[in-house]
């Protein structure tokens, strides 16, 4: 058997550095020290011991701070309203939470602890603040009232309840607490309400659980109740609190706590509003930070032009508020008296189509982002940009979907590196684990469709098949079913590719389970969907194959043929094809070098995978290459005529290898400096997607580059224009995401007011203390001292009436750093609304080189 993919053709993410590359300085986009016959890292220990002489290696606090866990089954209070989204969650108690304790506390769920209380619980928790552990911080928490999240518990049934470890300790026992008979959940809740039923010392620890087992509920209690558990750590005198709302017997139809009318006047469009006055909208209250002009409520990041000052009930003059929402909790394990959930099914498969919840078809127009598959442990580029920074490029670009590579140790909460924390302060101090759920969270609060695929068992190499020597299919399927069950609480979590690229012995329909790739795939989708029954099952295919395979080359899980011949096992309304192809940039495949390449490409890619897109849904899980920029030149006709094969078909779900500007062999949609994108691949992929050429704006706000965005302190700025002066062109929001110490990062959006479609932009400002701009995507940048000019990139000039252009930057300053107040387009005025983020400041020593990490 000839190897068609040789171990090294396409090293993906294990090429941090390249022969040849400088990766040692220069600006952001140098790459970070790897391994191999890379420079070694150097800066771990200088860093450290800089943060320890300034003192300030605690004052980072909470971000440096361990956190530690939570209950996640039945789901604790805390943990609930962070699933639901820290930002904006639905339900009026954790709004409520975020308006008398900010969102910090959320960000901080596992982190409610007392440090040296060594079992001392009652003495040191004083009644009314069990839920908080006494402390200030979670206050919000402790409040008594009958629309927290509940989890429905069957009495006299026994348990295994779940406790979410995201830095677990191998020592230590949990205490186990339920509400007596005749609780009223109305009142503060105090040491004599509760009833101590279970103890469960040195409790296993599973994928990130501790499994608190045999708990058993009494038999007479029923209605709200509230289940109180104490984690005591015994080699420390570190303990754990959690508060977790239970239902027992049938859940009654919830009446929660209602909001007060609205007596505010509805928001208005087209109105302006002086700073300070309110407005009701979406059942909320909201005041004006500073004068703005036609900014919506709700449409703005969390440090926008609003803030929310209280909820209503709206009138007759206000929006209807809508129903609190309940969040989905993480893992439900099945008790020991069987439970029947209500049916769900989530995302589907009709046909050759991939269906939404609500049954509307979707096209996936997706990326690869990998690093959290590697010994990193984290998405690549943090050392060259701001994670959330990205997130945004990516949808202005038009993407709506990312596919997140894994592997085992990077969700058993693994240190991280290669992080530049200059540029990301909210991910200081923060583990592998804990990233990828603010990383997932973000991605699913910008409407991002997200694949977890299971990359690597070893985070080194692709293996064969899905177990090793080292990694067994037992472990495999656990992992599969801890991403399974972790994520479901997010809206846009489509589904899992259950292994990448089987390859070598890896077989299909021979009858050997050692082999058979397509046995062990019915395995692991039956395990998959029964921890969560809303996700699809992205299966790729094999190499080659002893029967009902052709005789030409194929790629790593590119090759699905014998699918003709031995069906999948797994629900068709779950399945989803997803084969891998490249071309010579990758691996020169015999037939590459034919005389009649490319017009011999259809029919290998009909017979490897085309046969079956009018029956399955087809999604290229990887394609790429350098498109013409190094690499084999036959790369750019090999692309394009893969995507005129796949229009032709009707295959146009696909995720793009890859965002990252650092695979070896194919380059990414970035260029090597992190922040401009190669536009004739982003053209490309608009061709295959059916858009006309211009990259479509995201309509989701840009996120925060803080962990918990604080009210903005920005100088109102009138956006009326003096009186003779021409009109306005544009309405300009300017946002400084994150700020520290003489550094920032900001993004610009731009709407234009004009009438005649735009060939050709340009924006101009004054910077008020003399920042400068140090890298900027979406656009190209000039400055000369104060005077800023942005103007147009190759792939966004063209602009409608009423069309969005963002871009984002990476700026400097020193003493002050104020937020610009006038723009021009094109020579004319913009009204503006600027928003300059209050975040914490933090002061690093200085260091040589590209990236602020390297341990």
């Not at 209503?312 to 909790?329: Q, V």
């Not at 997010?490 to 899992?496: D, E, P, T, Y």
């Not at 062990?520 to 299966?539: E, K, T």
């Not at 295959?651 to 380059?667: K, P």
Request: some cysteine; overall charge negative.
């Amino acid at each position: 058997m000839n190897a068609h993919r040789q171990d090294g053709a396409r090293a993906h993410a294990c090429r941090l550095c390249q022969p040849g590359r400088d990766v040692a300085g220069g600006s952001g986009g140098a790459l970070p020290p790897a391994t191999g016959s890379c420079p070694v890292p150097y800066r771990t220990l200088a860093l450290s011991l800089a943060f320890l002489a300034l003192g300030l290696f605690c004052s980072l606090a909470p971000s440096m701070v361990l956190s530690h866990g939570s209950m996640s089954y039945p789901l604790s209070r805390i943990y609930a309203c962070y699933l639901e989204g820290p930002e904006s969650p639905d339900t009026l108690a954790c709004r409520d939470a975020i308006a008398a304790g900010g969102t910090q506390p959320l960000y901080d769920w596992n982190e409610v602890n007392l440090p040296d209380v060594n079992g001392q619980h009652r003495d040191r928790i004083p009644d009314g603040r069990l839920c908080s552990a006494g402390r200030d911080k979670y206050a919000a928490f402790d409040q008594p009232r009958t629309d927290w999240y509940r989890t429905v518990l069957s009495p006299a049934s026994s348990y295994t309840f779940r406790y979410a470890a995201t830095a677990p300790h191998n020592q230590g026992y949990f205490e186990i607490y339920l509400t007596r008979p005749g609780y009223d959940p109305t009142q503060p809740l105090t040491w004599t309400d509760l009833e101590q039923i279970a103890r469960i010392d040195e409790p296993p620890l599973v994928a990130g659980y501790y499994l608190l087992e045999g708990v058993t509920l009494p038999a007479d209690r029923v209605g709200h109740h509230l289940l109180y558990t104490i984690w005591q750590r015994t080699d420390s005198p570190e303990a754990f609190y959690a508060c977790s709302d239970v239902w027992l017997g049938t859940e009654p139809t919830p009446t929660p706590t209602p909001a007060p009318p609205c007596s505010e006047p509805a928001w208005q469009p087209g109105q302006l509003y002086e700073a300070g006055s309110r407005v009701s909208h979406q059942g909320r209250v909201w005041q004006a930070r500073w004068t703005n002009l036609d900014v919506e409520p709700d449409s703005e990041p969390a440090s926008g032009p609003w803030e929310i000052v209280g909820y209503c009930t709206a009138g007759e003059a206000g929006t209807p508020t809508p129903p609190p929402a309940t969040p989905a909790a993480t893992p439900t394990p099945t008790p020991t008296a069987e439970a029947s959930p209500a049916p769900s099914q989530g995302y589907t498969v009709q046909g050759n189509q991939i269906l939404d919840p609500a049954g509307t078809p979707l096209l996936l127009r997706g990326v690869s982002w990998f690093g959290f598959e590697t010994h990193e442990h984290v998405v690549h580029g943090l050392w060259a940009r701001n994670w959330q920074a990205m997130i945004t490029q990516m949808a202005d670009l038009g993407f709506n979907a990312v596919r997140i590579p894994v592997c085992p140790a990077t969700l058993q909460d693994s240190s991280v590196s290669s992080i530049g924390y200059s540029r990301n302060p909210d991910l200081q101090g923060l583990t592998s684990l804990a990233i990828l759920d603010r990383l997932l969270q973000a991605f699913d609060q910008q409407g991002f469709y997200i694949l977890l695929d299971h990359h690597r068992p070893d985070c080194n190499a692709i293996s064969e098949l899905w177990y090793t020597e080292s990694y067994s299919e037992e472990q495999w399927i656990d992992d599969l079913v801890f991403m399974a069950q972790r994520y479901s609480h997010l809206a846009h979590f489509l589904g899992i590719d259950l292994k990448n690229e089987p390859h070598g012995a890896a077989t299909w329909g021979t009858g050997n389970p050692a082999t058979d790739w397509d046995l062990a795939a019915a395995r692991a989708a039956a395990a998959v969907l029964a921890a969560n029954p809303n996700l699809l099952i992205f299966v790729e295919g094999i190499q080659e194959n002893p029967t009902c395979s052709g005789d030409q080359n194929h790629w790593w899980g590119g090759n699905l043929e014998p699918l003709a011949c031995t069906p999948l096992a797994i629900p068709r309304e779950k399945l989803v094809l997803s084969p891998h192809v490249y071309g010579p940039d990758v691996y020169v495949q015999p037939y590459f070098n034919h005389a009649d390449f490319p017009a011999n490409l259809p029919a290998i890619w009909e017979a490897h995978f085309g046969q079956f897109a009018d029956d399955y849904p087809v999604v290229i899980g990887e394609f790429g290459g350098r498109y013409g920029h190094g690499g084999d030149p036959r790369d750019r006709t090999w692309q394009d005529a893969l995507v005129d094969y796949l229009v032709q078909k009707g295959i146009r779900s696909s995720f793009y290898w890859s965002w990252n500007a650092n695979s070896g062999d194919t380059g990414g949609i970035l260029q090597d400096d992190w922040n401009q994108v190669w536009s004739d691949k982003v053209a490309l992929l608009h061709r295959l997607w059916g858009l006309d050429g211009t990259p479509l704006p995201s309509p989701s706000p840009s996120p925060s580059a803080t962990a918990s965005p604080p009210a903005s302190t920005a100088t109102p700025v009138p956006p009326s224009t003096p009186t003779g002066a021409p009109p306005a062109l544009c309405r300009v929001h300017y946002q400084v995401e994150s700020v520290w110490e003489g550094g920032f990062v900001a993004n610009v959006a731009w709407t234009y007011l004009g009438s005649q479609r735009l060939s050709g932009w340009e924006l101009a400002w004054t910077f008020p203390a003399g920042q400068r701009i140090s890298q900027i995507w979406n656009g190209v940048v000039s400055q000369e001292g104060d005077q800023v000019r942005v103007r147009h990139a190759d792939w966004n000039a063209a602009v409608e009436p009423n069309g969005q252009v963002t871009f984002g930057f990476l700026g400097t300053w020193a003493g002050e750093n104020p937020a610009p107040t006038q723009f021009r387009l094109n020579g004319q005025p913009c009204l503006a609304n600027a928003a300059q983020a209050d975040a914490p400041r933090l002061f690093l020593p200085a260091v040589m080189g590209g990236t602020d990490d390297s341990s």
